[in-house]
């Protein structure tokens, strides 16, 4: 590359590693602790670094902080002696879980938004679940058929008959309906009572002027559309550029231009929804968080909560029933007049009590389909630090303008797969910023290809098995095993104790659905992953000695 005369300065990309190691607190008068340059500053090359805040997540998550566990191993028998589950000791990264399985009023807010904002009949169609799912030729179940989704009575029961497939697109769409929701309340957008009169058509005073840059968006929010620029709504208190140069054409003093909101704004959830990962559930299951102090566990557990039998040992609640599931053939909740765990199929999503992370029915109830491909050895093969197996690298597709296409009337973007490990020369963008051929004081070296073999580039998602060549002369005979196998964990309402040990994992097609099978979502933690230092012993942090004298 271009060798440099004067020192390099160092750029601190990442949001979180600037505000700690380059000294930057955030504010009006704050500054850079490698250049001294302020931040916030009204003059180009200042960066506008907002306070540094704890990420608040999205609506219905608990904070779950990482650590150690022993994933695997069911603690009780091996009942189909496969070594499907070997003991292993990982680590989980903090992360966010929701406290209850997605209910039905969830799905039907879910079913109803498709209905009403890109009103497109096939995702609609694709969204219900198989309410089919209950029906059974030698059991009368057909009222579930009807009522179980839609019935008033049912609204809090957990969501059944979805697929694996509709499970992460529903992770999208709520990821999305959260950070538009936030940018409206905040007025980064325009808040929702123009949205309503744009999405009417109202004209006159108060509806907002074209060509102003106050246009409101009425078509379906997407966060990466957004965050590319693709959206005309900047709302009436968005962020302003403080550059010190008025935007061409702008009236009034300059730094006042509008502008779409960024990750280094800290306005967006932490994350994205997401299933968890298998690890992550089976870690969330455990709980260990209650049985521990000073990095020593002091009780194993073989279900969420204490001991080794599934009914309550206290005074007052003494033999009640700690989950919903099956005692034994033709025992689905005990003797009317006092019945055993109090639900015949599922029972609502706050049922029971939580778990140490405060979580509800991470045993019995549903399952509830991960992120995870199911391989029989994959614990043998995964990392040992956020352990998952299925990676299928995609990209959003771009067109030679730099904007993303997108399906339909969805405006959900378009995937492509993943062809390089790592980022794209400058060359492949150049439209998106101008198609500028000069080479920067970052361009990299040019390599003399004349010295070396001609190799085609490749790429594998994962190279620690996703990919594992499959026969399929085989499946559906010998094995159901292939890449659309998904995990899914927990034990159901029809299942046996021996499935509400976190560390048991069944698999079915990510296509398929059950009346047993239901979903929570995750999503990552960003920072600090601490939860609560205030309860344990911390050092402290001694006075920078930058700039002093000696």
């Given amino acids: 590359m271009r060798k440099l005369i004067l020192p390099a300065l160092t750029l601190c990309f990442a ?47 608990v904070h779950i902080e990482g650590g150690t566990f022993v994933m695997g191993g069911s603690n009780i028998d091996d009942i189909g002696f496969d070594y499907a589950a070997p003991k292993r000791r990982v680590t989980v990264a903090t992360f966010y879980m929701d406290e209850t399985e997605v209910a039905n009023v969830d799905w039907l807010e879910y079913l ?23 029906r059974s030729p030698l059991a009368y179940n057909e009222p579930y058929v009807n009522n179980y989704l839609r019935h008033p009575a049912y609204q809090d029961y957990p969501v059944v008959g979805v697929t694996w497939e509709q499970a992460n697109a529903y992770c999208d769409w709520r990821t999305n309906v959260v950070n538009e929701n936030i940018l409206r309340n905040k007025g980064i957008m325009s808040d929702w009572k123009s949205y309503t009169t744009a999405k009417s058509g109202a004209t006159g005073k108060g509806a907002p002027k074209q060509g102003t840059g106050t246009e409101v968006s009425t078509e379906p929010f997407d966060l990466d559309l957004y965050l590319n620029g693709q959206y005309q ?10 550059n010190g140069t008025a935007a061409p054409g702008a009236k009034g003093k300059a730094g006042t231009e509008k502008r779409f909101a960024k990750i ?86 706050k049922a029971y009590m939580p778990n ?26 995964v990392e040992d630090f956020n352990p998952f197996r299925g990676n299928d690298f995609e990209n959003n597709e771009y067109d030679t303008n730099g904007k993303i296409q997108t399906i339909g ?16 020369p400058y060359e492949r963008h150049a439209n998106k910023y101008g198609n500028v051929a000069e080479i920067s004081p970052s361009t990299p070296d040019a390599i003399d290809t004349t010295k070396m073999p001609v190799l085609k580039p490749t790429f594998e998602s994962d190279q620690r098995g996703a990919l594992d060549k499959q026969n399929l002369d085989l499946y559906g005979k010998i094995t159901l095993v292939n890449d659309r196998s998904k995990v899914f964990k927990g034990g159901s309402w029809n299942d046996r104790a021996y499935w509400l040990n976190p560390g048991t994992r069944r698999y079915q097609d990510e296509g398929q659905s059950s009346s047993e099978i239901g979903f929570r979502c995750a999503m990552s933690s960003v920072g600090d992953p601490q939860i609560n230092k205030k309860s344990t012993p911390q050092f402290k942090q001694p006075k920078s000695r930058v700039g002093f004298k000696k």
């Fill in 264 to 349: 280094e704004d800290g306005v967006f959830t932490p994350g994205r929804y997401r299933l968890p990962t298998e690890a992550e559930w089976e870690y969330a299951s455990l709980a260990l968080i209650g049985t521990g102090g000073n990095n020593i566990v002091n009780n194993s557990k073989i279900y969420p909560w204490y001991g080794l039998g599934i009914r309550s040992p206290k005074k007052n609640t003494r033999g009640l029933i700690y989950a919903n599931f099956k005692r034994g053939a033709g025992d689905n909740m005990g003797v009317a007049g006092y019945l055993n765990d109090g639900a015949d199929i599922t029972a609502p999503v």
């Fill in 409 to 424: 009337k969805t405006n959900v973007p378009k995937k492509i797969n993943a062809t390089s490990g790592k980022k794209d």
């Fill in 356 to 381: 140490d992370f405060g979580l509800y029915n991470m045993a019995g109830n549903v399952s509830e389909w991960v992120l995870d491909t199911y391989r029989q050895l994959s614990f043998d093969k």
């Fill in 233 to 242: 709504d900047k709302g009436k208190g968005a962020e302003k550029v403080n």
């Fill in 15 to 61: 949001f979180s590693v600037l505000l700690s190691s380059c000294g930057g607190k955030g504010g009006k008068n704050s500054a850079s602790g490698k250049t001294n340059v302020a931040y916030n500053a009204k003059r180009p090359g200042s960066l506008q670094v907002p306070k540094k805040v704890k990420p608040t997540p999205g609506p219905g998550l």
């Fill in 112 to 134: 109803n938004w498709i209905t009403e904002v890109p009103k497109d009949p096939r995702w609609y169609y694709e969204a219900l679940p198989d309410t089919l799912v209950w």
